[in-house]
């Protein structure tokens, strides 16, 4: 499964992509914004960094304002992959793009109907929203597996899985369970993946042991 950095802030990215296991990034308005940086600006740097697929989001709802800022968002390097809102003018947007062989990422899914659709318009990438369907009391985990369903009947289907709007640990996993292609998560996320209390503690112990003999390497 492929592991991204849900995240606009360079030094944030910078510090786990560092780790050798981080694939690519995802970024969304409200992350950019966050950045505080010009959008372009914010890009470019990511795409510098990192050498993966870069999600960068269109700001647009409208068909042919999405193109043009496609358009220059895709100018910004090889790796961006364009990310577009499940709407009707971002399906259309969405074929616009994959019949020119561009990677798109469909985002905003929240439903298994609008990832059949997705897939129909040759989205590179579909990103169900975990987290924000938990959060009104649906199943998130059970969007991925739905999704994950049709899309294995129909392999004429390419569109790879992207779990989003990942909340904790267990979402991380269950996701990988049901054989979700990719998982986009913060940064803090990623870190908190290879932390176990019995790991700290068994390390206590080797080092207590070895220190009582005195030896080294
Ligand atoms: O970038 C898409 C998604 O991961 C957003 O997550 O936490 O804002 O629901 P969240």
Redesign the pocket.
């Known amino acids: 499964m492929k592991i991204f950095v ?1 995240s606009a802030n360079l030094s944030e990215i910078s510090d786990v992509y560092s780790l050798g296991i981080v694939d690519g990034v ?3 308005p ?2 950019i914004a966050r950045s505080g940086k010009d959008p372009k600006t914010a890009i470019k740097e990511i795409c510098d960094l990192v050498k993966g697929d870069v ?1 960068a ?1 269109v700001f647009s709802e409208n068909f042919d304002e999405m193109i043009s800022e496609g358009k220059a968002l895709y100018s910004i390097a090889e790796n961006i992959v364009l ?1 577009l809102p499940l709407t009707e003018d971002g399906l259309k947007a969405c074929k616009y793009f994959s019949n020119k062989g561009l990677k798109t990422n469909i ?2 899914c929240f439903s298994a109907a609008q990832a059949l659709l997705a897939a129909k318009a040759g989205a590179y990438y579909i ?1 169900p ?1 975990i ?2 369907l938990d ?1 009104i009391g649906q199943d998130g985990i059970k969007l991925i597996e739905e999704i994950k369903i049709i899309y294995s009947n129909y392999p004429n289907l390419k569109t790879q899985i992207l779990a ?4 904790n640990i267990d979402h991380v996993l269950e996701s990988a369970i049901l054989g979700a292609d990719a998982a ?3 940064p803090s996320m990623i870190k908190e993946l290879y932390k176990h209390a019995l790991t700290d503690k068994g390390l206590e112990i080797f080092r207590k042991d070895i220190a009582s003999t005195g030896h080294s390497i």
């Open positions: 849900d995802t970024t969304n409200t992350l999600s989001e990310k985002t905003l990103s929203f987290g924000r959060d989003a709007s990942i909340r986009t998560m913060p």
